[in-house]
């Protein structure tokens, strides 16, 4: 694939990632009481924030590369270019996340005053479409990325080594397993603030079918776009499912 063509991809799958990801966040926080809940691995690392005190930003930048750091563990040896790649992938990604926070919450009101506080059934099921097209909408991201596999985002490289590693393609099952390290973050979250928060129906709907969506746009999202230079372990030659 042409570098320029790749780039582009690249861009576009970051932009919606960022802005699915808020979504869910957003959604979550202006229905109350809050029922909705975030994408998983949003809401635990937003909870692991709150926890120690950390805006997004660095939340994320950390937790990231303490997951490129399983990845490496995955594959069973350090790559510094794949972890160079996980990290510039980071630094953007957190820096979007915390603009559209601030843009979905009004910080920016010359352009968009925010997501009101919902009131009445009507727009509690607004904002439920909206959390579920957040998740919709990481899925598609996670699918046009992966195959564009420039640089990933750390939780979505580990998606990608379990699924190509360990579950013959399937990427449901390997979102599932990638979900580990959040519900341990999440614990430990809870067992520092007693507080349970950005988890609910949102964050059940992603559990479910966000693998499912991923591995439904990889056929019906860019169709011609398939997994470029697949690289789950030195020991296990892939090919795309």
């Not at 970051?14 to 109350?32: D, E, F, K």
């Amino acid at each position: 694939m042409p570098m320029s063509k790749a780039i582009a991809f690249f861009i576009l799958s970051l932009v919606i990632n960022s802005a699915g990801n808020v979504l869910t966040l957003v959604t979550s926080t202006q229905i109350r009481p809050s029922f909705l809940g975030a994408a998983y691995w949003t809401a635990a690392e937003a909870n692991m924030a709150t926890a120690v005190h950390w805006n997004l930003f660095w939340t994320f930048l950390i937790i990231g590369f303490l997951t490129a750091v399983l990845n490496a563990i995955l594959i069973h040896h350090w790559d510094w270019k794949r972890i160079t790649g996980n990290m510039i992938f980071m630094v953007p990604f957190s820096a979007l996340i915390q603009f559209f926070e601030n843009f979905f919450l009004g910080q920016y009101p010359a352009v968009f005053t925010g997501f009101p506080v919902a009131h009445g059934w009507g727009m509690d099921l607004l904002y439920v479409a909206l959390n579920f097209l957040g998740v919709a909408l990481i899925a598609t991201a996670i699918s046009i990325y992966q195959r564009v596999n420039l640089v990933l985002h750390p939780a979505d490289d580990l998606m990608q080594i379990l699924r190509f590693r360990y579950f013959k393609g399937q990427a449901a099952k390997a979102m599932w397993a990638s979900y580990i390290p959040p519900t341990l973050m999440a614990i430990i979250a809870l067992v520092i603030t007693r507080q349970f928060t950005n988890f609910g129906l949102g964050t059940l709907f992603a559990f479910v079918a966000q693998g499912g969506i991923t591995g439904i746009a990889d056929k019906w999202v860019f169709p011609k776009l398939k997994h470029q230079a697949l690289d789950v372990g030195r020991d296990v030659p892939v090919k795309e499912d």
